[in-house]
């Protein structure tokens, strides 16, 4: 039974013969309905007692004992889960050298989840690059770092409604053949993540290596220069064969 919430065998076996008990039992009596050796009975009943999971009482000289009701179990477990996560919360990761390893990251929900804390953690900078209905979940949190003084700037990939000041939209020609979703983010100009689907499946590299973190900023500007220049010359650029070929070829 409490195996599940970090208790030992033996723990959750005394437990359950004591809740499932209509009387008090003594250590005997708990060894014959726990299975728990004779020999270990006390130490396990002892711990148990300064966890909180067990009442003990001396009747004349026979010590008895009785289960902590699984209400108050459950009430205890929840208020130390969450104690637990608040402290993990506030738990600020101290690096003392450069990670130059490029890191590999799968599971589309883990990738987003390391996004948003990526850029709960910028201090100066940011800047990010993915489709429209990707950056919408991050929107709000950006437009609070931009709030906060973080210089903030994004290229969406199609229409995103947002107060974001720094803002590009580049709008993919319609007859693309290599339309893939992609995210690129970059933090205070020292670490970076890009994911993309291969197979289907969403995959990532993050690192804080700077010659790659170098080379994927200049691949942001370039997509920022490339938004501009479609945009305000788009007439020219559609009735251009060659350039429209090799815009069809870009994968955004």
Do not use: C
């Not at 608040?86 to 987003?112: E, G, M």
């Amino acid at each position: 039974m409490l195996q599940n919430f970090g208790f030992s065998q033996y723990e959750s076996q005394v437990y359950e013969a004591l809740i499932g008990s209509s009387m008090p039992l003594d250590a005997t009596s708990i060894v014959n309905y726990s299975n728990v050796p004779k020999a270990k009975i006390y130490e396990v009943l002892n711990k148990m007692i300064e966890k909180g999971l067990v009442l003990n009482t001396m009747a004349g000289k026979k010590k008895l004992y009785s289960a902590v009701s699984l209400d108050i179990i459950i009430k205890k477990l929840t208020a130390e889960f969450e104690q637990d996560i608040k402290s993990l919360k506030s738990y600020k990761v101290k690096r003392t050298f450069t990670d130059d390893y490029v890191w590999n990251l799968k599971d589309k929900a883990s990738i987003s989840a390391s996004i948003e804390e990526l850029i709960a953690q910028a201090e100066h900078s940011i800047l990010l690059s993915a489709w429209n209905t990707q950056l919408e979940q991050y929107r709000p949190l950006l437009e609070q770092k931009e709030k906060d003084g973080i210089d903030v700037e994004i290229l969406t990939i199609g229409d995103l409604h947002t107060t974001l000041a720094n803002t590009s939209t580049l709008h993919p020609m319609e007859n693309h053949d290599k339309l893939e979703p992609s995210q690129l983010l970059i933090v205070d100009d020292q670490s970076l993540i890009f994911a993309g689907i291969e197979n289907e499946t969403w995959k990532a590299i993050k690192t804080m290596s700077q010659p790659l973190v170098k080379v994927f900023t200049d691949f942001f500007y370039h997509d920022v220069a490339l938004a501009y220049i479609t945009k305000k010359y788009h007439n020219q650029l559609i009735h251009d064969e060659k350039i429209t070929q090799l815009l069809t070829r870009l994968r955004y």
